[in-house]
């Protein structure tokens, strides 16, 4: 699995990780995008309550909006999800 992972420190610590659709394709990746987000998320004690459906969800809503890549940046505030091209 393929992502990129950025800590940043201001304005507020935050970690943004982004996903590429087009590695999204079989059970395993998504376990594995899971597994990331519940990781990131666990750094500012957060539960993101996603599972392996919704993730199939968010690429397919991203696909049909012509988005290529998904990003969540986690921080203390909870976490946000948007569509990259």
Do not use: C, Q, R, W
């Not at 750094?43 to 996603?50: A, I, Q, R, V």
């Not at 049909?64 to 890549?69: G, L, V, W, Y």
């Amino acid at each position: 699995m393929f992502v990129n992972i950025e800590l940043f420190e201001k304005p507020e610590i935050h970690t943004k990780a982004t996903f590429d659709f087009i590695n999204l394709n079989t059970e395993k990746d998504f376990k594995e995008t899971l597994a990331i987000i519940f990781m990131v998320s666990a750094d500012y004690y957060l539960d993101p309550e996603l599972e392996i459906e919704d993730l199939k969800e968010f690429k397919t809503m991203g696909l049909e909006k012509n988005k290529a890549k998904l990003t969540l940046i986690a921080s203390e505030d909870g976490i946000e999800a948007e569509f990259l091209d």
